[in-house]
């Protein structure tokens, strides 16, 4: 049943309601945790700036919204309500919309702020989840103890040692359900270009023969990847360098680190041991046409 508010205007959206977007956004989090970018501009641009928009306005202020990008396969959305506006139908109707959008096309709706309601509403609709993956903080005014494994030394990653950087990505993640060996260059571009890569405080181990066992990627103040080589793994390598990268990151003045790691990734337990925190899940759900 339809409970949305007949006091509502539902309207396009576009760039010029970045700000409105902005605090939606920011009180979904606030109530629900997940993704902290998902304020920064970059982002909501990329969710919810798409060719199809849909939003809910009350007295001037926008409580729901949804953008779909129909020339993407599957096609995909992204949608907000606010906590103040939950319960009345509003969500039903922003998801009823994008599926009229897909039309004969699978939908993927993503998710960087997870609610149990949510989840509830995907359920009853008929999606699937995909994807969920929790969002870990760590208050960088209490950091953990972790001492060096016996021959491992650490050293700051160099754009002279990025072949070895991308070998240890490789051989760390290459043993992975679903793994797909990306071309070097491209990975190690991307880091290249990204603009908060951090690779003084980003970490190359190396064993007592100088091979490169592990690494440690810092972007800004996530710790982005991380990985060990099978051969030495349950060794503390990778405790070990997320320890060395927030105790960097408290030197460089950061406040506070980030993670994500999916639902069901043993590093989980390890990095809540390193004092990480719960900060809320994000995740993907699909519908099948």
């Not at 849909?54 to 409580?63: M, R, T």
């Not at 020339?71 to 919309?97: E, F, K, S």
């Amino acid at each position: 049943m339809d409970r949305t508010d007949t006091s509502l205007s539902w309207t396009p959206f576009g760039e010029d309601h970045l700000p409105a977007l902005t605090g939606l956004a920011e009180a979904c989090l606030a109530a629900d945790g997940g993704l902290p970018l998902f304020t920064r501009p970059p982002l909501l641009r990329a969710r919810l700036l798409q060719g199809r928009t849909l939003g809910a306005w009350h007295d001037g202020h926008l409580v729901a919204a949804v953008g779909v990008d129909a020339d993407r396969r599957p096609v995909t959305a992204t949608g907000l309500v606010h906590p103040d506006w939950r319960g009345r139908g509003l969500g039903g109707r922003l998801l009823g919309w994008a599926g009229e959008q897909a039309g004969r096309e699978d939908l993927l709706v993503t998710t960087e702020t997870w609610s149990a309601g949510g989840e509830a509403l995907f359920a009853a609709r008929g999606f699937e989840r995909t994807f969920v993956e929790w969002v870990l903080r760590h208050d960088l005014a209490a950091l953990p103890e972790v001492a060096a494994p016996h021959g491992v030394r650490t050293e700051s990653v160099t754009w002279e040692a990025g072949p070895e950087l991308f070998e240890a990505y490789h051989r760390s993640f290459a043993d992975r359900p679903g793994f797909s060996l990306p071309d070097a260059d491209e990975w190690l571009g991307e880091l290249r270009e990204d603009d908060e890569y951090r690779p003084d405080l980003s970490l190359l181990a190396r064993d007592p023969d100088g091979r490169a066992i592990g690494f440690v990627n810092v972007i800004g103040t996530w710790i982005d990847q991380v990985g060990v080589v099978p051969e030495w793994r349950k060794r503390r390598v990778g405790a070990y360098l997320v320890a060395c990268a927030l105790r960097s990151l408290a030197a460089d003045g950061a406040p506070e680190a980030w993670l994500c790691v999916n639902d069901d990734n043993p590093a989980a337990a390890l990095y809540r041991r390193l004092g990480f925190a719960d900060a809320g899940r994000r995740a993907r759900y699909l519908l099948r046409a």
